[in-house]
T-cell receptor, first 111, second 116 residues
Framework: QKEVEQDPGPLSVPEGAIVSLNCTYSNSAFQYFMWYRQYSRKGPELLMYTYSSGNKEDGRFTAQVDKSSKYISLFIRDSQPSDSATYLCAMLQGGSEKLVFGKGTKLTVNP | DTGVSQNPRHKITKRGQNVTFRCDPISEHNRLYWYRQTLGQGPEFLTYFQNEAQLEKSRLLSDRFSAERPKGSFSTLEIQRTEQGDSAMYLC??????????????FGAGSRLTVL
């Protein structure tokens, strides 16, 4: 079993839809949870960063972490064609520098 | 300084040849990381440096791989005797470690290796 599981999709939605992206994990030592966005032929860029359980909102993006279920989510409201990219969840143990990524979910937002 | 710079962006080589990738991090960042990403997968950690010291290496980093950061600035990743399985995107990232808590990594655009 991989430490981090993420459905690779692809996921295709119409513009304006609410998008829900999810990851599950098995390592209870993970304390930091991140979402990266990766456009084609580019490196990943950090979207959201959460420490431990809870919610965090930034504009149209909301990240949720449920440590009891080992489940994290990213919600995108009012999705735009420019949101079309691969979304990667990533996790980190305290005191470690080794980010563990999911496979990524490829999202397409159709105009 | 506009970000993490990686060169070359794409390298095509024949099996058995040696290749070297260079990463120039954001200048004030003291930590530098190498990750490898294959098609349809997320990045996998290879190694990281704090200044010039290499502090952690993944088991993925076989003895054919060597990374250096000689003066705590730019870094090189060399792959000797390349194999087709080495074909991947090699991503460099840097961060400024300020103490407790996770560091925010800034990734470069990557160097894509194709081994024929």
């Amino acid at each position: 079993q991989k430490e981090v599981e993420q459905d690779p999709g692809p996921l295709s939605v119409p513009e304006g839809a609410i998008v829900s992206l999810n990851c599950t994990y098995s390592n209870s030592a993970f304390q930091y949870f991140m979402w990266y966005r990766q456009y084609s032929r580019k490196g990943p860029e950090l979207l959201m960063y959460t420490y431990s359980s809870g919610n965090k909102e930034d504009g149209r993006f909301t990240a949720q972490v449920d440590k009891s279920s080992k489940y994290i989510s990213l919600f995108i409201r009012d999705s735009q064609p420019s949101d079309s990219a691969t979304y990667l969840c990533a996790m980190l143990q305290g005191g470690s520098e080794k980010l563990v990524f999911g496979k990524g979910t490829k999202l397409t937002v159709n105009p | 300084d506009t970000g993490v710079s990686q060169n070359p962006r794409h390298k095509i080589t024949k099996r058995g040849q040696n290749v070297t990738f260079r990463c120039d991090p954001i200048s004030e960042h003291n930590r530098l990381y190498w990750y490898r990403q294959t098609l349809g997968q997320g990045p996998e950690f290879l190694t990281y440096f704090q200044n010039e010291a290499q502090l952690e290496k993944s088991r993925l980093l076989s003895d054919r791989f060597s990374a250096e950061r000689p003066k705590g600035s730019f870094s090189t990743l060399e792959i000797q005797r390349t194999e087709q399985g080495d074909s991947a995107m090699y991503l460099c990232a840097s961060s400024l470690a300020l103490g407790a808590g996770a560091n925010v990594l800034t990734f470069g655009a990557g160097s894509r290796l194709t081994v024929l």
